[in-house]
């Protein structure tokens, strides 16, 4: 049975697109349902009809361009403080992951730190470090810490006996131990990590804007003005969804990044293929 | 051989390999032939006795392929050359002749995921040849892979010791794979192993595949098994 590649290719790609944009449809429809029918022209404001929240949000070009400062400044905070918390985060894995006595004397408290609310402590961050750019950052990165020194240390933890067994039968020391055996294969632990982090500090830049509520506007402080005062419905929305674009992209670059580095051997099925 | 939790491991064990000597180890599972293996390399102190073993260079051969993922074949064969610091150009030759040598041919750019159970085996085989060692140990190293490829590969394994000549001490707890390999086949007891026997495989090399259904084969694969049995396995 013969089937022309270019169909194929098109009839897969349909396969794919259709449903989901069928769902979005309805979503949208519902929308629309939700604006104009379950809600009197009074409460309107409630929730605005797409079109009006693009042409308010999107097309109006100052409104426009104080949501994508908006977005630009929580990027800028997140951005800093993933990078942060990747370097640091790393460097302390790695030192944990040399000795035992350092492990053990930090995952206690790694553990219960990584369990305190970021809300609990912001207002604390506002208090003692007051509510530039650096005490952004700090929100970011206390979120984002986390999940990268654990997943870099399980994956540190987690390499191949047997390639251990071999650097100790060929004399290897503890930095080629380190550079040739656990690091790469931590690296599909990091990069999960990382993702987690980068989709966190998203969230931390977001939220420490919006309880600072000074400085800086971002997406955190545009939301909270919006959502003050009911002439801003549209804009509320657009933001809201800006930022949601603004989640999904940083998840989707961290998937991809991860596929560009380790995607060519790692082989999530069965865990590397030794 | 006593271990910290009190596991005592193996009892008593005395042997002697030459150069050009084939000796397999076979006993039932868990009698400490691995451990004895792994004391002979240096990876574990006995806690009782001593090696006399050319430390210098020792092939050994792993259960599981372990290779790194991460790398291609090329890459995994050329790690011992990198650990002992050779120059790029040596690591290469050293690799490419070991490639070869196992038949991987072809293959050296591929990662470990597109590779079959044999093939990773071996890969893991070449990694062990870069650095020519006179001793190779060898950790059951086939037992993962079916029939066929086990057969082939313990063919090749025949072909590489008759070309490198070096001393190899291979466990086992396949009869026919020790007889068919070696030169002297040692049966360890049940833990704590102790070695209970030595028996003398006498032929010559290079050997047949079709060795395996001589009579003379049958026969000295039953008195390994006879003094297995008798062993208490």
Same mark, same amino acid.
């Given at each position: ?15 794919? &697109? ?7 449809? &309805? ?22 009809? =797409? ?12 409104? %426009? ?8 400044? !929580? ?9 942060? !918390? ?6 302390? /894995? ?20 990584? /369990? ?38 399980? $994956? ?12 100790? %039968? ?42 600072? $509520? ?13 959502? %003050? ?46 | ?80 050359? *990198? ?14 002749? /070991? ?41 059951? =190293?086939? $037992? ?11 063919? *090749? ?77």
């Amino acid at each position: 049975m013969r089937t022309d590649p270019r169909e194929t290719v098109l009839r897969r790609t349909v396969a794919a &697109v259709l449903p989901p944009l069928v769902v979005l449809s &309805v979503v949208i429809g519902l929308w629309y349902f939700v604006s104009y029918v379950v809600l009197d022209r009074r409460r309107q404001f409630l929730l605005h009809p =797409p079109h009006e929240v693009v042409r308010e949000g999107f097309l109006d070009r100052d409104n %426009l361009a104080e949501i994508l400062e908006g977005v630009w400044s !929580s990027m800028r905070v997140a951005a800093i403080g993933l990078t942060v !918390s990747t370097v640091l985060g790393i460097a302390i /894995a790695v030192l944990m992951s040399q000795a035992k006595v350092i492990e053990r004397a930090w995952f206690p408290f790694l553990v219960t730190l990584q /369990a305190i609310p970021i809300l609990a402590l912001v207002p604390m961050i506002q208090f003692w470090f007051g509510t530039d750019w650096r005490a952004r950052v700090l929100v970011c990165v206390i979120i984002s810490f986390f999940p990268i020194v654990l997943n870099t240390l399980f $994956g540190l933890l987690s390499a191949d006996p047997g390639l251990h067994d071999l650097i100790t %039968l060929h004399r290897g020391g503890r930095w080629t131990r380190l550079t040739k055996v656990m690091f790469p294969s931590a690296l599909p632990a990091i990069f999960a990590g990382l993702r987690i982090a980068a989709g966190l500090s998203v969230i931390g830049a977001i939220v420490g804007d919006f309880f600072f $509520g000074l400085g800086d506007v971002g997406l955190g402080q545009l939301i909270r003005k919006y959502s %003050l005062n009911t002439n801003y419905g549209e804009q509320l929305l657009a933001a809201v969804i800006m930022s949601s674009l603004l989640g999904i992209t940083v998840f989707l670059s961290f998937g991809a990044l991860q596929q560009a580095v380790i995607g060519k051997w790692y082989d999530s099925k069965s865990g590397g293929g030794r | 051989m006593t271990f910290p939790d009190g596991t005592a491991a193996v009892a008593d064990a005395t042997l002697r390999i030459d150069p050009g000597e084939f000796v397999t180890i076979v006993g039932p599972s868990g009698c400490g032939k691995s451990t004895l293996l792994r004391i002979a390399s240096g990876l574990l102190e006995p806690t009782s006795g001593s090696i006399a073993i050319e430390r210098q260079h020792i092939g050994y051969v792993f259960q599981d392929p372990t290779l790194m993922p991460w790398r291609t074949v090329r890459g995994n064969v050329e790690l011992l050359t *990198e650990l002992h610091g050779l120059r790029r150009e040596e690591r290469a030759e050293a690799a490419q002749r /070991a490639i070869d040598l196992v038949g991987l041919t072809g293959f050296e750019d591929h990662y470990p995921k597109s590779l079959s159970g044999g093939m990773r085996m071996r890969c893991s085989l070449a990694r062990t040849l870069t650095m020519q060692p006179p001793v190779m140990l060898f950790d059951e =190293p086939f $037992g993962a892979v079916d029939e066929l490829t086990r057969e082939r590969l313990n063919e *090749e394994t025949l072909r590489l010791f008759e070309q490198q000549q070096f001393a190899g001490l291979f466990v086992t707890h396949s009869i026919s794979e020790a007889v068919f390999l070696s030169t002297r086949v040692l049966v360890m007891s049940p833990r704590p192993g102790r070695i209970v026997a030595e028996i003398g495989v006498p032929f010559p090399y290079p050997r047949d595949p079709d060795l395996r259904f001589d009579p003379a084969f049958a026969s000295i694969s039953a008195e390994v098994s006879h003094v297995l049995r008798a062993a208490g396995s």
